[in-house]
């Protein structure tokens, strides 16, 4: 798997079904997904995070995606996932690892040590491939609808 970075005009194709996916995925449903707000935000966090934002591509075709960056939380500066997203066809293979092993090379990179990211507690699959990849519950937030979990870099 290579990564290049998001092109966002270039790459909408892909990152907008992508992150829609994810919405349902996580939430079973895309209700609150608002592609100009997606669009603005990627466009702001990639000025600040370029590296943290990649597209998965494998023999050519975009797969995945990656979205990460660093975050303040409780006086300290943290690694933070936005998105690790894999095509449905590719889930299951162990392709996870791989985004994963890119995000903590990131935040290694900016001298990171501990990194978070929000699962939704009916993302059985997501929940299950964070906690082998190390990860701990935090806390329950947004009223209950996402949970915060950490991991060490």
């Keep these: 798997m290579d990564f290049i ?3 966002v005009r270039q790459h909408l194709q892909y990152i907008l079904p992508f ?4 919405f349902i995925v996580s939430f079973g449903t895309d209700a609150n997904f608002n592609a100009r707000e997606y669009l603005e935000w990627l466009e702001m966090q990639q000025v600040r ?3 943290g934002f990649m597209l998965a591509i494998e023999n050519g075709v975009p797969i995945g995606q990656l979205e990460v960056t660093r975050k303040d939380f409780v006086g300290k500066s943290i690694g933070y996932v936005n998105l690790y997203y894999l ?6 293979l162990g392709l996870g690892a791989e985004l994963h092993a890119y995000a903590m090379s990131v935040f290694k990179k900016h001298q990171l040590e501990e990194y978070h990211l929000r ?3 009916t993302n059985k699959q997501a929940i299950s491939f964070y906690e082998k990849m190390g990860m701990k519950w935090l806390k329950p937030e947004m009223d209950g609808k996402v949970f915060r979990m950490a991991g060490k870099v």
């Design 19 to 22: 992150r829609r996916d994810s």
């Design 119 to 121: 699962v939704s507690p």
């Design 87 to 92: 095509i449905p066809e590719k889930r299951g």
């Design 49 to 51: 995070f370029p590296e």
């Design 5 to 7: 970075p998001i092109q």
